[in-house]
Protein backbone atom coordinates (compact mmCIF):
# COMPACT_ATOMS: atom_id res chain seq x y z
CA UNK A 1 0.00 0.00 0.00
CA UNK A 2 1.48 3.17 -0.95
CA UNK A 3 -0.13 6.48 0.77
CA UNK A 4 0.00 9.75 -0.33
CA UNK A 5 -0.32 13.18 1.70
CA UNK A 6 -2.62 14.82 -1.21
CA UNK A 7 -1.20 18.61 0.33
CA UNK A 8 2.32 17.39 -0.20
CA UNK A 9 1.39 16.11 -3.62
CA UNK A 10 0.01 19.09 -4.87
CA UNK A 11 2.51 21.64 -2.90
CA UNK A 12 5.14 20.08 -5.27
CA UNK A 13 3.34 20.29 -8.45
CA UNK A 14 2.49 23.69 -7.81
CA UNK A 15 6.14 24.46 -7.71
CA UNK A 16 6.88 22.58 -11.02
CA UNK A 17 3.95 24.72 -12.47
CA UNK A 18 5.18 28.18 -10.84
CA UNK A 19 2.47 28.47 -8.56
CA UNK A 20 2.78 29.85 -5.17
CA UNK A 21 1.43 26.52 -2.94
CA UNK A 22 1.01 29.18 -0.17
CA UNK A 23 -2.08 30.96 -1.48
CA UNK A 24 -3.84 27.84 -2.64
CA UNK A 25 -5.87 25.81 -0.74
CA UNK A 26 -4.96 22.02 -0.83
CA UNK A 27 -6.96 19.05 1.06
CA UNK A 28 -4.86 17.58 3.63
CA UNK A 29 -6.11 14.33 3.65
CA UNK A 30 -3.44 11.03 3.43
CA UNK A 31 -4.57 8.24 1.47
CA UNK A 32 -3.85 5.40 -0.99
CA UNK A 33 -4.68 6.43 -4.28
CA UNK A 34 -5.30 2.68 -5.72
CA UNK A 35 -8.56 2.49 -3.03
CA UNK A 36 -10.04 5.56 -5.01
CA UNK A 37 -12.70 5.09 -7.52
CA UNK A 38 -14.59 8.39 -7.60
CA UNK A 39 -13.64 12.41 -7.43
CA UNK A 40 -16.17 15.02 -6.50
CA UNK A 41 -14.71 18.27 -7.85
CA UNK A 42 -16.70 21.46 -6.21
CA UNK A 43 -16.69 24.19 -8.07
CA UNK A 44 -13.95 26.46 -6.00
CA UNK A 45 -12.44 26.96 -2.39
CA UNK A 46 -13.90 28.83 0.22
CA UNK A 47 -12.65 32.53 0.98
CA UNK A 48 -12.34 31.34 4.85
CA UNK A 49 -10.22 28.40 4.86
CA UNK A 50 -11.52 27.09 7.96
CA UNK A 51 -15.16 26.36 6.38
CA UNK A 52 -12.96 23.68 3.68
CA UNK A 53 -13.93 20.08 3.64
CA UNK A 54 -10.52 19.21 5.42
CA UNK A 55 -10.39 22.01 7.88
CA UNK A 56 -9.12 21.21 11.14
CA UNK A 57 -11.80 23.74 12.62
CA UNK A 58 -14.77 22.35 14.49
CA UNK A 59 -17.26 22.43 12.30
CA UNK A 60 -16.42 23.78 8.66
CA UNK A 61 -19.56 24.65 6.63
CA UNK A 62 -17.93 22.90 3.53
CA UNK A 63 -17.78 19.25 5.38
CA UNK A 64 -21.48 20.07 7.13
CA UNK A 65 -23.21 20.56 3.86
CA UNK A 66 -21.37 17.54 2.28
CA UNK A 67 -21.89 14.97 5.11
CA UNK A 68 -25.41 16.31 5.40
CA UNK A 69 -26.09 15.67 1.33
CA UNK A 70 -24.18 11.64 2.23
CA UNK A 71 -26.79 11.27 5.14
CA UNK A 72 -29.96 12.44 2.85
CA UNK A 73 -28.57 10.37 0.51
CA UNK A 74 -28.44 7.03 2.96
CA UNK A 75 -24.84 7.41 2.60
CA UNK A 76 -23.29 6.97 6.14
CA UNK A 77 -20.63 9.36 6.37
CA UNK A 78 -19.83 10.95 9.71
CA UNK A 79 -16.72 12.20 8.21
CA UNK A 80 -14.39 13.54 5.57
CA UNK A 81 -12.06 10.02 6.76
CA UNK A 82 -15.03 8.08 6.41
CA UNK A 83 -15.79 9.50 2.97
CA UNK A 84 -12.02 8.43 1.83
CA UNK A 85 -12.10 5.10 2.82
CA UNK A 86 -15.55 4.46 0.66
CA UNK A 87 -12.94 5.78 -2.00
CA UNK A 88 -14.40 9.04 -2.48
CA UNK A 89 -12.18 11.88 -3.18
CA UNK A 90 -13.49 15.36 -2.60
CA UNK A 91 -11.72 18.40 -4.27
CA UNK A 92 -12.50 22.11 -5.61
CA UNK A 93 -11.28 22.37 -8.92
CA UNK A 94 -9.73 26.14 -8.43
CA UNK A 95 -7.88 26.13 -5.14
CA UNK A 96 -8.19 29.36 -4.65
CA UNK A 97 -11.48 31.74 -4.49
CA UNK A 98 -13.22 33.24 -6.62
CA UNK A 99 -11.89 37.10 -6.82
CA UNK A 100 -15.87 38.15 -8.17
CA UNK A 101 -18.96 36.35 -9.07
CA UNK A 102 -17.61 34.74 -12.02
CA UNK A 103 -14.13 32.71 -12.06
CA UNK A 104 -11.13 34.47 -13.74
CA UNK A 105 -10.40 32.42 -17.15
CA UNK A 106 -6.60 33.25 -16.21
CA UNK A 107 -7.06 32.28 -13.08
CA UNK A 108 -8.76 28.37 -14.12
CA UNK A 109 -6.17 28.32 -17.31
CA UNK A 110 -3.10 28.57 -14.26
CA UNK A 111 -4.57 26.11 -12.02
CA UNK A 112 -5.51 23.09 -14.72
CA UNK A 113 -2.22 21.55 -13.99
CA UNK A 114 -3.13 20.80 -10.63
CA UNK A 115 -6.75 19.37 -11.47
CA UNK A 116 -5.13 17.17 -14.34
CA UNK A 117 -2.42 15.86 -11.57
CA UNK A 118 -5.53 15.22 -9.40
CA UNK A 119 -7.33 13.26 -11.51
CA UNK A 120 -3.72 11.20 -13.13
CA UNK A 121 -3.03 10.19 -9.56
CA UNK A 122 -5.77 7.51 -9.30
CA UNK A 123 -5.28 4.28 -11.19
CA UNK A 124 -8.87 2.79 -10.55
CA UNK A 125 -11.18 5.85 -11.25
CA UNK A 126 -14.52 4.85 -11.91
CA UNK A 127 -16.51 8.02 -11.42
CA UNK A 128 -16.07 11.85 -11.95
CA UNK A 129 -19.02 14.30 -10.37
CA UNK A 130 -18.19 17.96 -11.84
CA UNK A 131 -19.92 19.87 -9.34
CA UNK A 132 -20.84 22.85 -11.03
CA UNK A 133 -19.96 24.85 -13.85
CA UNK A 134 -16.58 25.39 -13.79
CA UNK A 135 -15.52 22.11 -12.65
CA UNK A 136 -17.28 21.05 -15.82
CA UNK A 137 -15.47 23.64 -17.55
CA UNK A 138 -11.88 22.98 -16.48
CA UNK A 139 -12.62 19.04 -17.30
CA UNK A 140 -13.22 19.41 -20.26
CA UNK A 141 -10.35 21.89 -20.93
CA UNK A 142 -8.16 18.82 -19.60
CA UNK A 143 -10.37 15.84 -21.39
CA UNK A 144 -9.84 18.00 -25.16
CA UNK A 145 -6.12 18.44 -24.43
CA UNK A 146 -5.63 14.74 -23.74
CA UNK A 147 -7.83 13.74 -26.66
CA UNK A 148 -6.53 16.57 -28.82
CA UNK A 149 -10.35 17.81 -30.38
CA UNK A 150 -12.39 20.59 -29.20
CA UNK A 151 -15.04 17.99 -28.48
CA UNK A 152 -16.55 18.70 -24.77
CA UNK A 153 -16.82 15.27 -22.84
CA UNK A 154 -20.21 16.36 -21.48
CA UNK A 155 -22.25 19.86 -22.45
CA UNK A 156 -21.60 22.59 -20.05
CA UNK A 157 -24.65 24.00 -17.86
CA UNK A 158 -28.07 23.06 -17.87
CA UNK A 159 -27.60 21.31 -20.79
CA UNK A 160 -25.40 18.84 -19.90
CA UNK A 161 -27.02 18.45 -16.73
CA UNK A 162 -30.16 17.85 -18.03
CA UNK A 163 -29.16 14.83 -20.48
CA UNK A 164 -27.65 13.43 -17.36
CA UNK A 165 -30.83 13.29 -15.99
CA UNK A 166 -32.51 11.87 -18.81
CA UNK A 167 -30.23 8.93 -18.89
CA UNK A 168 -27.96 9.51 -21.29
CA UNK A 169 -24.34 9.09 -20.02
CA UNK A 170 -20.92 10.83 -20.91
CA UNK A 171 -18.18 8.94 -20.57
CA UNK A 172 -13.89 9.72 -20.50
CA UNK A 173 -11.14 7.27 -21.08
CA UNK A 174 -14.01 4.29 -19.55
CA UNK A 175 -14.78 6.62 -17.01
CA UNK A 176 -18.51 7.73 -15.98
CA UNK A 177 -19.21 11.45 -15.98
CA UNK A 178 -21.61 13.46 -13.61
CA UNK A 179 -22.69 17.15 -14.20
CA UNK A 180 -24.49 17.98 -11.31
CA UNK A 181 -24.20 21.20 -9.13
CA UNK A 182 -21.94 22.92 -6.33
CA UNK A 183 -22.22 21.32 -3.11
CA UNK A 184 -21.72 23.98 -0.89
CA UNK A 185 -23.08 27.54 -0.37
CA UNK A 186 -26.32 29.31 0.24
CA UNK A 187 -27.85 28.02 -3.53
CA UNK A 188 -28.47 24.81 -1.44
CA UNK A 189 -31.17 26.78 0.77
CA UNK A 190 -32.06 28.97 -1.94
CA UNK A 191 -32.72 26.62 -4.46
CA UNK A 192 -33.92 23.46 -2.32
CA UNK A 193 -34.83 21.56 -5.92
CA UNK A 194 -30.29 21.80 -5.70
CA UNK A 195 -30.07 20.30 -3.20
CA UNK A 196 -32.37 16.94 -4.67
CA UNK A 197 -30.88 16.79 -7.26
CA UNK A 198 -27.30 16.55 -5.43
CA UNK A 199 -28.43 13.73 -3.60
CA UNK A 200 -30.12 11.46 -6.40
CA UNK A 201 -27.11 12.15 -8.01
CA UNK A 202 -25.01 11.27 -4.65
CA UNK A 203 -27.48 8.09 -4.66
CA UNK A 204 -26.17 7.36 -8.22
CA UNK A 205 -22.79 7.79 -7.95
CA UNK A 206 -22.48 5.20 -5.01
CA UNK A 207 -25.07 2.40 -6.93
CA UNK A 208 -21.85 2.46 -9.82
CA UNK A 209 -19.35 1.83 -6.91
CA UNK A 210 -20.84 0.13 -3.92
Given amino acids: MI????KDYLSEAAGKNG????????PDCKFDPAKIRVIMINEVVPKNPDEWFYSEAHDPENRRTALGLFEIAGVPAKSMRDVIDM???ITAAMK???AGYTADPEVMNAQLPL???EIGLFPNLELIMLMGDVAAKMFNMIAKAKAKTNRNICPPGAAGRRRH?????FYWDGIRVFPSYIMTGKNLLIEPFKRDVLVEDIRRMTEVIL
Avoid at 3 to 6: A, D, L, R, S
Avoid at 19 to 26: K, M, S, V
Avoid at 165 to 169: C, G, L, M, R, S
Fill in 3 to 6: MTNM
Fill in 19 to 26: LDANILQF
Fill in 87 to 89: GIY
Fill in 96 to 98: TPK
Fill in 115 to 117: LEA
Fill in 165 to 169: WNNEE
